[in-house]
């Protein structure tokens, strides 16, 4: 378990997903081989908007997965899927929840790539449920 004496720096919620990725499920794990995980402080407002909510900070996490429309089966895709962790908004809801940040941070990951996967609510709360 991690403690922290500060507010965690986005370097330690960059170290706290590498290791929540190890502890997710290898099914999902195994979807998403080569994802690059990022940490940054709030989505933008823009972002936010486009997928509906009101505010930038309801959004913990976001999955992208670049264009892949203008590839051909040999062109080497130029970018790699993401996950984005949102700071703020995580910080906010582990003051609010009182969850350990690690839990969190993982279920965090483990909703993204399932959500972008099509997996439903029930096997999402099941997989949260198993670590």
Request: net charge negative; charged share 25%.
């Given at each position: 378990?991690?403690?922290?004496?500060?507010?965690?720096?986005?370097?330690?919620?960059?170290?706290?997903?590498?290791?929540?990725?190890?502890?997710?499920?290898?099914?999902?794990?195994?979807?998403?081989?080569?994802?690059?995980?990022?940490?940054?402080?709030?989505?933008?407002?823009?972002?936010?908007?486009?997928?509906?909510?009101?505010?930038?900070?309801?959004?913990?996490?976001?999955?992208?997965?670049?264009?892949?429309?203008?590839?051909?089966?040999?062109d080497a895709p130029m970018?790699?899927?993401?996950?984005?962790?949102?700071?703020?908004?995580?910080?906010?809801?582990?003051?609010?929840?009182?969850?350990?940040?690690?839990?969190?941070?993982?279920?965090?990951?483990?909703?993204?790539?399932?959500?972008?996967?099509?997996?439903?609510?029930?096997?999402?709360?099941?997989?949260?449920?198993?670590?």
């Amino acid at each position: 378990m991690h403690r922290f004496h500060h507010p965690p720096t986005l370097d330690d919620i960059a170290d706290l997903a590498e290791h929540a990725f190890s502890a997710i499920p290898e099914e999902l794990r195994i979807l998403v081989r080569g994802v690059t995980i990022l940490v940054d402080e709030v989505v933008e407002e823009e972002i936010a908007q486009e997928l509906g909510f009101e505010s930038p900070w309801a959004i913990t996490g976001l999955y992208r997965r670049p264009p892949r429309t203008q590839n051909t089966v040999l062109d080497a895709p130029m970018e790699h899927d993401t996950i984005t962790l949102y700071r703020g908004p995580i910080l906010l809801e582990w003051i609010e929840t009182g969850e350990d940040l690690f839990r969190l941070v993982r279920n965090i990951l483990i909703q993204e790539v399932a959500h972008h996967f099509g997996i439903s609510d029930a096997d999402i709360e099941r997989i949260e449920g198993e670590g």
